[in-house]
């Protein structure tokens, strides 16, 4: 008797949190019954494959249909029919056509006792003929009134009303298993994105107290903060532009920070970090099974970053077949997971930050057009540290109290003499780079005064005199030409490696001595061509 199957089945089916993990269940302990031919669930979803849909000319409003969802079946005289493949053309049902478009529509259940000598109704009588369908059971699915779409049950034996009656029962225990698997998830799914977003926070936290905050009131400094507070308040994209280690991150996040979502987290990402298969699973996510090493659903950056802000660091590093899909997330809000076929809507702040001139990128055809004037509608340029110099010393103060208390050497003190060395120093680094000599003359000096010439070496001249191309306050500046700065960093940065024998993370490695984040040196190496020293 089916009855007797059901019972053992709802307990299966009770077990399961997952919402296929439910379906599968019903489905194949139903097809397990040895007169069942056919089990399948059908549930209710917007319309999505209209043009290609088998029953589009049926159907009375595509805004949403029926979805085959599950599928279990005893094949006996159909020879290579899978009856658990989801994408043949019933696959869509519209509501209100053919049986199962009725029960999912006025939620009352359609038993067909025996139709073996006119089975007209069906849509493949062959099929019923050859595999000796008798009879036909639908039910819906219900769960708090609302309908979640409709469980049948095709039968090589009469099914009676008694059999139909249990049938219903189970189908409505089905409904609030479904229900609860679908709250199973959504909550996991909210507990693992407020897993990554804390972990981003505590990232950010830690990011912060390490690089400080916005010090300065140089002149050009202060045009900078200016534009900061006028553009925070608005939904803007805004383009940073600045040489590396100027802080650009810091100013993002001051104009995060000012911002209505400033409840809301900022995601921050460095493209140039990224690799190139990796973009896209990156930026909007990937579904399980997308593609090989894809074990579970991931959500995207830009889906963590909703109601908040993102922070594309080095967005120059975009390949340019990905900008598209980035330029349809800024003018639509919307995004689609690898591997999956929802459209997901979105609403982000995108902020967006380069060393590279992108208006050249633009011209070369390396970057798109019509994304750098998406991202560019507010522009916001860092000058580098050689051109705010009335910002060395207090950002020198700042810095010296924040390593005081973490290396736990309140003895040391900044000394005039220390300025001027400071102030005689051209910073290729700039701002990253001054934290990480503060920091490395701390641990050097221990106690007393700061000893920066230990740090900066033969660069350091004598106080108030500075070599002939770092001169800070003649009126005869000498320009150095693009080629020579990128001379002089292929250079500085191969004494870095050779001077920690090719080690460029971690304390005391390359990356620490130049003052730039691990992953940016990692990706100069591979634009210049430099091989690690063994």
């Known amino acids: 008797m089916i009855a007797e199957s059901i019972l053992s089945l709802a307990v299966s089916v009770a077990a399961e949190h997952s919402v296929q993990g439910v379906l599968n269940t019903i489905v194949r302990g139903l097809a397990a019954h040895p007169h069942v031919a056919l089990a399948r669930i059908w549930l209710l979803s917007p319309g999505d494959v209209c043009d290609s849909c088998f029953m589009r000319a049926k159907c009375p409003d595509q805004t949403e249909c029926l979805h085959l969802m599950a599928s279990a079946g005893n094949p006996t005289n159909s020879p ?53 369908i008798r009879s036909f059971a639908g039910h819906p699915l219900v769960f708090q009134g609302k309908s979640l779409g409709v469980l049948a049950l095709f039968s090589r034996e009469p099914l009676v009303e008694q059999e139909s009656t249990w049938i219903g029962i189970f189908a409505k225990q089905a409904a609030v298993a479904i229900a609860n698997a679908r709250a199973f998830e959504e909550i996991a799914r909210l507990r693992k994105q407020l897993e990554i977003e804390n972990a981003y926070l505590h990232e950010q936290v830690k990011e912060s107290f390490a690089f400080g905050e916005v010090v300065g009131k140089d002149p050009a400094l202060q045009k900078v903060l ?4 006028m553009v925070a308040r608005t939904n803007a994209t805004v383009m940073i532009g600045g040489e590396s280690g100027t802080g650009k991150e810091l100013i993002a996040r001051a104009i995060h920070d000012g911002s209505p979502r400033r409840d809301r987290p900022m995601v921050t990402v ?19 099974g997308a593609f090989t090493g894809a074990l579970r659903d991931r959500s995207g950056r830009f889906q963590l970053a909703d109601k908040g802000t993102i922070f594309l660091d080095e967005v120059g590093e975009i390949p340019i077949e990905l900008q598209s899909k980035l330029l349809r997330v800024l003018q639509e809000g919307q995004l689609e997971r690898v591997g999956d076929d929802q459209t997901r ?31 560019c509608m507010f522009p916001i340029h860092m000058p580098p540290l050689r051109e705010r110099r009335q910002d060395i010393r207090p950002l020198a103060t700042h810095f010296l109290n924040l ?4 290396l736990n050497c309140p003895d040391v003190r900044l000394t005039e003499h220390a300025v001027e060395l400071l102030s005689a120093y051209d910073w290729p680094g ?14 050097l000096s221990q106690s007393g005064a700061l000893r920066i010439d230990l740090v900066l070496g033969d660069t350091a001249s004598t106080p108030g005199v500075a070599p002939s191309h770092l001169q800070a306050n003649t009126s005869a500046r000498i320009v150095v030409s693009k080629q020579e700065i990128d001379r002089r960093e292929h250079e500085n940065i191969i004494a ?3 001077k920690t024998r090719g080690r460029v993370y971690g304390s005391g490695g390359a990356a620490e001595i130049l003052g730039m984040k691990p992953t940016t040196l990692a990706y100069r ?10």
């Open 345 to 375: 809507q979105i609403d982000v702040r995108v902020i967006s930050a380069s060393n590279r001139d992108l208006s050249r990128e633009v011209e070369t055809s390396r970057f798109r057009r019509d994304l750098y004037y998406r991202l």
């Open 403 to 406: 390593s005081r208390r973490r």
């Open 430 to 443: 700039n701002v990253r780079e001054l934290q990480n000599v503060i920091e490395r003359a701390v641990i």
């Open 226 to 229: 200016q534009q900061v507070r």
């Open 496 to 498: 870095a490696l050779e």
């Open 270 to 288: 460095n493209c140039a970090a990224v690799p190139r298969e990796l973009f896209e699973s990156e930026f909007f996510g990937h579904v399980k």
């Open 525 to 534: 190496l591979k634009k210049m061509g430099i091989k690690r020293p063994m």
């Open 80 to 132: 290579g029919e899978d009856w658990t493949f989801l994408h043949g053309h019933f696959r869509r049902m519209p509501l209100k056509v053919t049986k199962i478009g009725e029960v999912g529509t006025s939620e009352n259940p359609i038993l067909i006792k025996d139709f073996a000598p006119q089975n007209h109704w069906i849509a493949r009588p062959d099929w019923a003929r050859r595999e000796g």
